[in-house]
Each structure stands twice: as C-alpha cells, then as structure tokens.
C-alpha cells in the first residue's frame, strides 16, 4: 500500500489540541509526538507546497497561528488535514507524520534556516497566487 513500509509503526492515538495548536499521535511502537499545526502546514506534502520536483518547493510564511478545522482519514494509511488558511490538499501517510515528529528539531532548523537565505519574515503574509493565466501572458 502506498505509503506504507512493512512493520512501519501505525497511530493508536490521534488527538487534536487546539488551545496548543498540536497534533498529538500515538505510535504503535510507543512513540508519541506532539506536532505543531504550523510544522506540518509549512512541511505538507502536498504539489502546492512541495512543488513539482526538487528545488521547486514553496517557501510557507505566516503560518504561525495556523489552525485545524478538520482532519479526515484516507483509508487506513494517512489523514488530509484542512487548515484555517484553506490548505487541504496534503495528504499526511502514517510513515511522514512519524518522521515529522521524530525530525521535527532537525526540521524547524531548516525551515528557520530557508527563511533567513530567502530574507523572509516567519510571519509575513504569502503573497497571493496568480490567478491562472493572469500573469505573463502578453495580454496586456
């Protein structure tokens, strides 16, 4: 199944903390992680942020006081979180949500560190998409 490795530990436990802004995941293999909606909202794995291949990730900012209004499951490998800023396209495997809780230290740095070489502000709005087939078309 996709997404999945063989013996890969599964959550037991998926907790929403609002107040905290976390989502607490219990492990099968007694792991449990507490990961910030603001980490997995700049790290989704989705096109969107991701991009379409390496080097063509999307730098995310702004997203400090993200939230989660809804986390559905996807079969029996993975949730898709919709955030209060509108993302819902990522879809989050057991495996990703375990190696964003195990990496996040590691994570947080890199994200810290992107910002600082792009010269970008944590919580500087995004600047709003193009609309398709608005810019740079020589229509104007």
């Known amino acids: 199944m996709a997404g999945l490795k063989a013996g890969a530990p599964t959550p037991q436990a998926l907790t929403v903390h ?3 802004r976390v989502l607490e995941v219990g492990f099968s293999d007694g792991a449990t992680f507490r990961i910030p909606f603001e980490l997995m909202r700049v790290y989704s794995p989705s096109a969107e942020v991701q991009g379409h291949g390496p ?3 999307v730098l995310q ?3 400090r006081d993200v939230e989660l209004v809804n986390l559905e499951p996807v079969g029996n490998y993975a949730v898709k979180p919709t955030f ?3 993302h819902d396209s990522g879809i989050f495997t057991w495996d990703y949500l375990y190696e964003l809780g195990q ?3 590691a994570l947080w740095a890199q994200y810290v560190e992107r910002l600082a070489a792009a010269g970008a502000d944590r919580d500087a709005p995004m600047a709003p998409k193009a609309p398709a087939g608005g810019h740079g078309c020589g229509g104007h």
């Open 18 to 20: 609002g107040a905290s």
């Open 55 to 57: 080097g063509q990730e």
């Open 61 to 63: 900012t702004g997203k």
């Open 84 to 86: 209060s800023d509108g």
């Open 103 to 105: 990496k996040q230290e």
